[in-house]
């Protein structure tokens, strides 16, 4: 059982777009999750957001995108699902009594990495999170998770450049943590590759330009039978609904209602074939 314990995560988000550059502090927001154990115990995650406005016009790194900077809505209720998934809470609890393999996890987009490092802090190193985003915002994600070294067991959090469908990005991830990419081909040493049990990612699926690369890079990291994903979202558009269904056709996917703080949002869970 985990007991009840209190962390604080430091999750700095940057905002483009007006006259002059200046920094505003905000207070720390509270977020009461619950622990890993059999009873109804919370744990409290302080987090604390700071906006940097760079001048109008600027960009920073030589683009204007800024979506890697800021906390997206869905990453707190996520993370509160995951943490209350009973396989998941099992698989964390056999983990610290030697029974199973540490459990490995990657974040696809993950920003500020707010998700992926409340899984790191909440799991008391049982889990190894791998946050990634493209390359214009892993330096600032680096920066939060420096911030937070304190919440983390050594190494169990880092961080990696990952542009959706980029072959490179792929198989450097593929190489630096042994995942297996084909657990049914043959291997010298099949024995010592491994994968990742869960793929998580917050509001991903906005955008449909970025929806066949997303399911390209899905398919590389998910292995049937071992690799659970999951995508919270908020319905905005019908861009959401149209990637459920393209997702269907590699995946067996559940559709479900996910708490939500402001409103509605909702939880696809895709299990590979």
């Not at 999170?129 to 067991?153: A, C, M, P, R």
Request: charged share 20%; glycine share 6%; net charge negative.
């Amino acid at each position: 059982m985990v007991s009840m314990i209190s962390r604080a995560l430091i999750v700095s988000g940057r905002k483009h777009g007006v006259a002059q550059t200046r920094c505003l502090s905000v207070s720390a927001t509270s977020i009461s999750i619950p622990t890993l154990g059999d009873d109804d115990s919370m744990m409290e995650l302080q987090v604390k957001q700071r906006f940097t406005l760079p001048p109008a016009g600027s960009h920073m790194n030589g683009r204007s995108d800024v979506t890697g900077l800021s906390v997206w809505s869905t990453a707190k209720p996520l993370l509160r699902r995951l943490l209350r998934n009973t396989e998941f809470s099992n698989k964390i609890k056999r983990t610290k009594q030697n029974e199973n393999p540490v459990v490995r996890i990657l974040e696809l987009g993950a920003g500020c990495g707010l998700l992926g490092m409340g899984l790191a802090a909440a799991t008391g190193g049982a889990a190894n999170v791998v946050l990634t985003d493209h390359e214009d915002s892993i330096g600032w994600l680096q920066k939060n998770v420096d911030l937070n070294h304190s919440s983390f067991y050594q190494d169990s959090v880092t961080v990696e450049p990952l542009s959706w469908g980029d072959p490179t990005h792929m198989t450097a991830i593929e190489t630096a943590y042994n995942h297996n990419a084909n657990m049914n081909s043959s291997h010298e040493d099949e024995s010592s590759l491994q994968h990742f049990d869960y793929i998580v990612g917050s509001d991903l699926l906005y955008d449909p330009t970025f929806h066949a690369p997303l399911l390209e890079t899905l398919q590389r990291f998910a292995i049937p039978n071992k690799t659970e994903i999951y995508l919270g979202y908020p319905p905005r558009s019908k861009s959401e609904e149209q990637f459920v269904c393209d997702a269907a056709n590699y995946f067996d996917v559940e559709i479900e209602l996910l708490d939500h703080d402001d409103g509605k949002a909702m939880l696809a869970i895709c299990r590979p074939r």
